[in-house]
């Protein structure tokens, strides 16, 4: 009982589907977890219970455990995951089914339940807490073998196991928040372990094997992947994966606060690092709640213009379609992509794309109005008139709203395997959020020749989404680069370096222990990924963005 060797099999609802079997059948694990749940998922499953109330969790999973649940049973592997969604409940009640038709009938299912919130106005159509870990450990102790949840924190898949696995008390937050790290690190399956990673070359990362952690009983880990798999795991795809999507020192969950400014990373061998030193502090006296609601209709076309006079072209398109539409719609946007290049050897490369964006709370606004519009001018536009794709019916949108409630108000309930219902206590002591103070910064570089180059040559990023903000870290890949990197890239350089930022508020936090800068760019993403606002709606490519900018860089690091 001194190591709980708890595994990774689903970063998201679309993960790959033979994860399972490969966890389950490649190496020793106690506990593997899945993570299917994101902003955009919570949206389509409401969807999907809206056509039917039976529905609204992950139909992927359920598949998956018809050649994981023996696999699991065999092994004696606990499984726990967020795939209920927004309805955990039927879940689980599939799942037993399932059992029963496998010659399981010993396999014990329990559920966790009680995020789901009244809705707080008209148009919403799933408000949900994002539980902590305790329900999660309720129904282990209670002998369950399968764990379902609804929304819970991604971190709260790992922190509720080694609760239940250690016998931790709910104040022991140092142990508590080395949990919420570890799960932090293999919530988002191989992006620790080589996937999504900005210095890939030179390794194998065709299929990345999913990743583990062994987890220690005061709170340290390792984070690993089983042998003979695919990809690497090094201090730096550790790092990355600490630094994705989130902000600040202070990392905020229901069983604790992890202090990321504590964080220390050190290898252990290949293909292991060991994190140690997480400081934890109590929980915030608030539970987050994520408001997913139709924000209207929305479409779009997307004009190719190849050749010669792109941006002559580009107008004149634009101001024929603006004149044809009957109602203009609430929102309408335009971006031009120079996709072409100069004396192109194929007609592809020669081409950029003009997108017309559109959105209204009236779908007449948006729809066959539109793309009418555009098409009756394929003989009378601009010389070599095509579309990507032919018109089509404007497409209801969704919006990610954060908020936040008092925990106490929020019944966590753990449903054991038995039917017996058991409500998870709110925290006795909490702590409300506050910025650390920034922390001394190296001493700078002295003096020397520069070279105007990429930013990537001397720091990785990884980038994403927030609701509407988003969120990159960047980190030096030496100490040298670190001192550089520390005092070069401030809020405003970053402004000049991602021009789309520049009118926006910019928050730096800096974590020296990882190297790294924590940028949060709020507003970035409009509404959200739901509501596609943006080319890039989930920030992915952002830092890679960034990294491709040129600046002037010490040829000491180059």
């Known amino acids: 009982m001194s190591v709980l060797r708890i595994g990774n099999a689903s970063g998201f609802y679309g993960d790959r589907f033979d994860a399972v079997r490969e966890m389950l059948t ?39 455990m018809e050649e994981g649940l023996g696999l699991a049973h065999e092994r004696g592997v606990k499984i726990v995951t967020n795939a209920g969604g927004l309805n955990p409940a039927s879940l689980a009640e599939e799942l037993r089914a399932l059992a029963a038709r496998l010659g399981l009938p010993e396999v014990r299912v329990a559920h ?14 799933a408000a949900h807490a994002y539980l902590g870990g305790g329900g999660i450990a309720a129904c282990l102790r209670g002998g369950a073998d399968v764990v379902v949840t609804g929304r819970v924190t991604d971190a709260a898949l790992v922190c509720g196991p080694a609760a239940w696995w250690f016998g931790w008390g709910p104040e022991e937050y140092d142990r508590l928040a080395g949990a919420v790290v570890a799960g932090h690190v ?126 002559a072209k580009a107008r004149l398109v634009r101001a024929q379609v603006e004149d044809a539409l009957p109602v203009k719609p609430a929102e309408v946007r335009w971006e031009l992509a120079r996709t072409d290049r100069e004396d192109a050897a194929t007609e592809e490369t020669a081409s950029a794309l003009l997108r017309l964006v559109v959105r209204d709370t009236d779908p007449e606004a948006v729809g066959r109005a539109v793309s009418g519009a555009a098409i009756e001018l394929a003989l009378g536009s601009y010389p070599g008139f095509h579309v990507t794709a032919p018109p089509g019916k404007g497409t209801p949108y969704g919006v990610f709203e954060a908020g936040y409630v008092d925990a106490g108000t929020v019944t966590h ?51 994403g ?94």
């Not at 966790?112 to 159509?125: C, I, W």
């Not at 039917?419 to 910064?441: F, H, K, N, Q, Y």
């Open 26 to 64: 490649g190496g020793e694990l106690d506990v593997l977890t899945g993570d299917y749940l994101a902003e955009l998922t919570m949206l389509l499953l409401a969807r999907d219970r809206m056509k039917d109330p039976a529905l609204g969790y992950a139909k992927t999973f359920l598949r998956q």
């Open 112 to 125: 966790v339940e009680g995020d789901r919130l009244p809705a707080p106005r008209d148009g919403v159509l």
């Open 186 to 311: 293999l919530e988002c399956g191989t992006q620790a372990t080589g996937g999504n990673y900005a210095f890939f070359e030179g390794h194998d990362v065709r299929r990345p094997g999913f990743p583990l952690a062994e987890l220690y009983e005061d709170g340290s880990c390792v984070i690993t992947k089983h042998d003979r798999t695919g990809g690497f795991v090094d201090v730096g795809t550790v790092t990355a994966q600490l630094l994705y999507e989130t902000a600040g020192a202070r990392y905020a969950g229901p069983d604790a606060t992890a202090r990321l400014d504590t964080v220390r990373l050190v290898p252990d061998g290949p293909d292991r690092v060991r994190i140690s030193g997480v400081r934890g502090e109590p929980p915030p006296p608030t539970l987050k709640v994520g408001v997913n609601r139709l924000g209207g209709w929305r479409n779009e076309v997307v004009f190719v213009l190849t050749g010669l006079d792109i941006e």
């Open 413 to 463: 309930t753990a449903v054991l395997p038995d039917g017996e219902r058991v409500t998870i206590p709110a925290p006795a002591r909490t702590r409300s959020l506050a910025d650390v103070p920034e922390p001394p910064l190296p001493e700078p570089l002295p003096p020397g020749p520069v070279r105007r180059a990429p930013l990537g040559l001397v720091a990785g990023a990884r980038s």
């Open 465 to 558: 989404d927030k609701g509407g903000d988003a969120n990159v870290g960047v980190w030096a890949t030496t100490d040298a680069a670190w001192r550089w990197l520390a005092h070069t890239l401030t809020a405003d350089r970053l402004r000049e370096l991602l021009p789309e930022a520049a009118p926006l508020d910019v928050v730096r936090h800096v974590l020296p222990n990882l190297r790294a800068l924590n940028f949060v760019v709020t507003g970035l993403l409009g509404e959200g990924v739901a509501a596609q606002a943006r080319f890039d709606p989930q920030a992915k490519g952002l830092g890679e963005w960034l990294r491709a900018r040129h600046l002037d860089i010490p040829e000491a690091l180059l």
